[in-house]
Each structure stands twice: as C-alpha cells, then as structure tokens.
C-alpha cells in the first residue's frame, strides 16, 4: 500500500467499485463529458478500466498499479484515465466487451480498454501484470509502449480503431430471419451433449460455471421430448455441484465458478444473480424428482440471500466478495487445527472424512498453484442431505465462522438482479409451499416498485444510500417483469401482472428495434455510445432478448393479446442466423423456441376470494399444480364477484370463466381449447397429464 494520500474524482460516486479506486494517485474520472473532454484538450488516450467491486483480479490489478504512485504518475501524464462499474453501466461494459472480443478473442474483468478521445478503441486487455512475464510487459513498460505508438504511430492506431469501430456497427445490422423450426431445439440438445462432461457434470473441463440456464433448457427437453438423458444430465450436475467446494456448505449459496474440472475449487465470490438463476434449477429439479437434496439446496441458497444479501427494506445487494483480509477464500477456508479445536476427536474424524479435510490442506492458490495449508469444504462421496449431528457440527462452525471478518459486500441494489431473485423466491415459494419466500419476493417487489420507478412505469437501474440512478436498461424492464410474472402466479396479486403488462409494454416503447426486429440493450432516453448494442447471446445471466421471448409468449397467453407474441416471434426471427450458428450459446432463447413450438396451456381457477382468503378448494388445485412439472403452462385466478372487476378488467374474455352453482372451478386450456370446468382435483390431475 502506498503511504501518500490521494483523492481523486471517484470520491463523489455511488458505486462501491468506483468508491475503491477513489484513493488511488491515478487521476480517475467517472465515464463523462469531463474525461474525453480533458482527453481532447490535452490530446491523450483514454485508459479504459472496467471492473467490479467482488472481482478478484480487478483488486489485484489495483494493488499491484493503481495503488502504486510511480504508476500512478505515468498514467496520469500518458493517459485520462476513466473508471466503469460494469454492473452500473452494463451499456459501457457490453460495447466494449465485444472490442475485446472481437480483438483478442476473449474476454473478462478487469477489462482494459485504450481508446480514442472520441470513444474508438484501438487496443484491449485484460488485467496486465505490474511486473513483464516472458513475453507480456509489465505495466511500466506498456505505459511506454503505448505513449510511443499514440506520439509517433498515431495514424496505425487510429486506422485500428476506425476498423474496429465499423465492423461494432455491422454486429448490429443483421436481417431477421424465419422463424426456427423445431429442429434448432433438437440441435440445441445435441451441442450440449457434446460438450457434456460425463464425468462430473457440467459443460465444459474448466474453469466450472454453473450456466443454469443450459439446465432449466435440458429440463424443459426432457419434458417435452422424453429425452432421459437430458434429465440425467441435469441431475449428475446438480449433484456435483452440491458435493463441490463451489456450494457453501456451512452458510449456502453459490460461489462464482470453479477453477477445477470437479467443482471443488471456487473462485469465492457470490453473486446475486447466481443464486437467483442455480435457485430457479434445483427448484425445478426438485418439483420433477421430488429429491430432498434438491429442496435442501434451494432452501440453503435462498436463506443465504434472506440473511446475508437483504437490504432492510426488501431489496437485494449484489455481491459478496472473494477477498477478506487481503486474501482469497480467507472468510471460507480452514486449518485442520481451526477445526481439531473446535470440534471433539471423534467428531473432527467424522467430519474430515465426510468434508475432505486434510491435515496439510486441500487448497492450493488460483495463481501460483502453492499449498495454502488450508482447506475448503466438499465432498468425495455421493450426494446427500446430512445428518442430524453433523449438521449441529456445521452449525458450530457457521457460527464460529460468523466470528471472522466478512468479505466485503456490494451492497448496491440493481433492478434487472432484483427482478431475477424475485422470480427465484416466487417460483421456490410456490413449489416448496412456502409463504416466507412469497413474501420476501412481494418485499422486494414493492420496494423496487416504489423505490426505483417514476409513476409512469419508467425504471431506474441502481439504487444505493437512498439514492436512485441511472436510467434503466432493457434487461430492468424484462428480468423485473418477468419477476412479478412468477410473482403474480405464486400469490394472484393483480397489481404484480398489472405491472408486469405495463413494463413489457414500455420495453416496446423504448427499446424495439422496428427495423431489424428484437429490443436494444439502451433505451431512447440512455447515453449514445459507439453503436446501440442488441444482444441475444445467454452470459452469466440470459440475455434481455432471449428473457423478452419467454415473457412475451406468457403474458400473451395469460391476456390473450395476439400484439404480445408478434413481439416474441419477431424477437426470434430477429436472432435466428445467430442461432443457428452457436445454439449451446442460445439455451435460453432454445427454451423460449420450444415454448413457442409446444403446445400453449393456460389454467384458469375461479373461486371465491375475500380479503385475499381465497375458498380452500383453490389451494387444493394448487396443491395438484404443485405435484408436477408444467413449464408450458401460465396460470389464473378469477375471484367471483367484485373481487374480480380488476383482473377481468385487465383481461376481458375471463369474463367467460367462473365458478359454478358456487364451487370453485378450474378451466384446463390447451392449444386455444378448453377442457370442461370440473372441481374435482382428480379430474384436473387427470386433465393435466393428458
């Protein structure tokens, strides 16, 4: 660390990542007219800096260069230096993440980015070393490099960047296509399967993400084809990642990715969006196989989030660091010795065995590969839900562990992540039949409501000590409706699918693409960057537009509005070359071709409802949705009488289904048909397996 004190323009954001670099002697701007102006005026580059506030290599990077003042002034007389929090502004983060791409191949954080004063790149990295190994120079030397190219090869670099720059706005010039047949779902399948590990699950040797996505695809496959191996797929993975050091298992949640082909190695950090979207697979998991480790695990993540990442206000924060102490896996890890005097002989026995415990340790550092002595939790053997005496063990440990230092937290809340773990709770609360996790979801669900939207439905994308800011991006609008969708299924609160039609009607509003089809990442109203980015590929999270698919078909069928699947068949069209050419990178967008391709179910209960007491025969038929494993299907409730002016309001033809001589009934819909109404929960099981 350096020992002078240093202030630099960051000290004025809300964002923690920018906050962490608002001591550092480089001279930072935040992104604005204020840093390319500088740059213009004293005719420097712009060092692009793109990062995260848990980002392991992000804070190594700034210890190493940023923190360092003989660094620091190189920079500040070579460059304007400009710091972006990529989850503030995933706008920035995607243009040039595609420059990376496109330049190098690859990509990551730290993102480092050079650049014209007027926005065009001419050069990408990721993180540079301090220090030159081999054949890559280190930070001083690049420093000198690039001053020398920008003083006296100028005109290469800018031909460079005039070149990348173009062929950014070709990426969005594609024509629509048709419409996909059912066969892109099927080769969907099969690129998966090839990229299957047989051996622990998973796709890929590693490094191990979760891609829950692949997984809630390989469920809908199974359900729709028959296809048992795609189930056996899922569930091999699942259960490997429970074994894993990946999992937490003494405070739940997910870390990050593994480093190790086995899932035993974690880069520690935990994202929001990650427990939202392997909570939404091992939920589904659960409904389909009824297993108990699945329900364990869902339970285990969701109660991580409930505990740690809730905001008192209902909102959730973004993530927990991998660092504490100035270590990775500090906060996680263990000494054999930690453990010898914490638990009794014969207990430390049990548990060493059942956690691959070893006296010299388990766990050896990402980057040098050297022993650390200490050991991360996993496990060898098969998947299981632990006893009861070993869980008293963990629990001894959870609390023991609570003694330590915790990893930093981001505790900004962002609506798109928000929208997610809303849809994450909803669903869990539903299929478990658990009212604590509704509630949590409609908590957070009033909150960003209230918080983050103007009255018009407009979004904001982050809020943080009390403040809300920057203008919404597509995916606020689609993951947030989305989220009072599964929302409104689980507790038929109107006021949640009110919201969810309005915010997917703004969306069309603001973000279509009416030309080529499919929906702009940036509103109208967001910044101008280099191009108007329009992304289908499924990331770490889905894409807004393959999300907007899924929605779109769902709340076209739950309203009836023929103008709701245009939009989603458009979207498809919009993206289908793409789709073709990588589909294991469209999982997503392949479950929303299979909704669209399959057969519709909607299923329309009525009954008596009064102060939000609905008649018992209701929760019976529930109880049989809850039983089996529907992700065709959108479901109604039309309460009798004025109770249910609102929802017949926001959709007419309910007007037509009720209960009779009144008893609650449930109409069965399939493919614009619908079966006679019954209450008898036998005849709907019955419906429902036809």
Not at 295 to 321: C, H, I, N, Q, W
């Amino acid at each position: 660390m350096h020992e002078e004190n240093f202030t630099n323009r960051l000290v004025k954001e809300k964002s923690p990542y920018l906050l962490q670099h608002a001591d550092n002697p480089v001279e930072w701007f935040p992104w604005g007219d204020d840093a390319f102006e500088k740059a213009r005026t004293e005719d420097k580059p712009i060092f692009l800096s793109i990062g995260y506030s848990t980002c392991h290599w992000c804070h190594v990077m700034a210890h190493e260069s940023f923190e360092d003042p003989e660094i620091g002034t190189l920079m500040n007389l070579t460059f304007v230096s400009i710091k972006v929090d990529r989850e503030e502004r995933p706008d920035i983060d995607g243009v040039y993440m595609t420059v990376s791409q496109m330049m190098t191949g690859g990509g990551g954080w730290p993102l480092t980015i050079l650049m014209t004063p007027d926005k065009k790149p001419f050069y990408a990295a990721t993180y540079i070393p301090k220090e030159g190994r081999g054949p890559v120079p280190g930070m001083r030397e690049f420093i000198s490099l690039v001053h020398d190219a920008w003083v006296n090869r100028r005109d290469e670099l800018l031909n460079s960047a005039e070149g990348i720059t173009g062929e950014l706005v070709k990426k969005v010039g594609r024509d629509p296509g048709a419409i996909p047949s059912v066969d892109l779902v099927h080769k969907t399948y099969r690129d998966l399967k090839s990229r299957y590990d047989k051996d622990y699950g998973g796709f890929n040797r590693k490094p191990k993400f979760p891609s829950p996505q692949n997984l809630l695809f390989l469920m809908r496959y199974w359900k729709s084809e028959g296809a048992n191996e795609a189930l056996e797929m899922v569930r091999e993975t699942l259960d490997s990642m429970r074994r894993g050091g990946i999992y937490d298992h003494l405070g739940g949640g997910f870390h990050r990715y593994a480093t190790d082909q086995r899932w035993n190695i974690p880069h520690f950090e935990k994202m929001l969006y990650d427990q939202a979207l392997i909570a939404m697979a091992y939920t589904e998991a659960c409904q389909i196989t009824g297993e108990s480790l699945y329900e364990d695990t869902v339970r285990g993540v969701l109660d991580y989030v409930l505990r740690d990442m809730t905001s008192p206000k209902g909102g959730f924060y973004s993530a927990e660091d991998a660092d504490s102490e100035g270590e990775e896996g500090r906060f996680y890890t263990w000494s054999y010795e930690d453990l010898a005097a914490l638990l009794g002989s014969a207990d430390l026995a049990r548990f060493t065995e059942e956690y691959s415990v070893k006296k010299s340790g388990n766990y050896k550092d990402e980057a040098t590969g050297r022993a650390t002595g200490l050991n991360i939790l996993y496990r060898e053997g098969e998947s299981s839900t632990d006893s009861g005496h070993l869980e008293e063990m963990k629990a001894l440990l959870f609390n023991e562990r609570e003694k330590r230092i915790h990893p930093f937290k981001d505790d900004k809340i962002l609506t798109d992540w928000n929208g997610l773990m809303i849809g994450a709770l909803a669903r869990a609360g539903k299929i478990l039949n658990d009212d604590e996790y509704i509630r949590a979801a409609e908590r957070a669900a009033d909150f960003i409501l209230e918080e983050m939207a103007m009255d018009d439905g407009t979004l904001y994308h982050r809020y943080r000590l009390g403040e809300k800011g920057i203008t919404g991006y597509l995916e606020d609008y689609i993951f947030l409706a989305r989220g009072l969708l599964a929302l409104y299924e689980a507790d038929f609160v109107v006021e949640y699918l009110s919201k969810a039609l309005l915010l997917a009607d703004i969306a069309v509003t603001k973000f279509w693409d009416h030309e080529k089809f499919g929906f702009f990442s940036t509103g109208n109203g967001n910044e101008a960057l280099l191009y108007r980015e329009k992304e289908g590929f499924d990331g770490a999270v889905p894409s807004g537009n393959s999300a907007a698919v899924d929605l779109f078909l769902r709340l076209g069928r739950v309203t009836g509005r023929r103008d709701l699947i245009v939009i989603a068949e458009k979207t498809i069209q919009a993206f289908s070359s793409a789709m073709e050419g990588a589909p294991s990178g469209y999982t997503n967008f392949a479950s929303g071709l299979s909704l669209y391709h399959g057969l519709p179910r909607e299923i329309i209960m009525a009954g008596q409802s009064e102060g939000g007491v609905r008649d018992p025969s209701i929760d019976d038929m529930v109880a049989v949705l809850r039983e089996g494993y529907h992700p065709e299907a959108v479901t109604i409730f039309v309460p009798s009488g004025s109770e249910g002016d609102e929802i017949r309001a926001l959709i007419p033809y309910l007007e037509h289904y009720g209960e009779i001589d009144g008893k609650a009934m449930v109409y069965v819909c399939s493919n614009y048909s619908c079966s006679l109404p019954t209450g008898d929960p036998e005849v709907m099981r019955g419906l429902l397996r036809s």
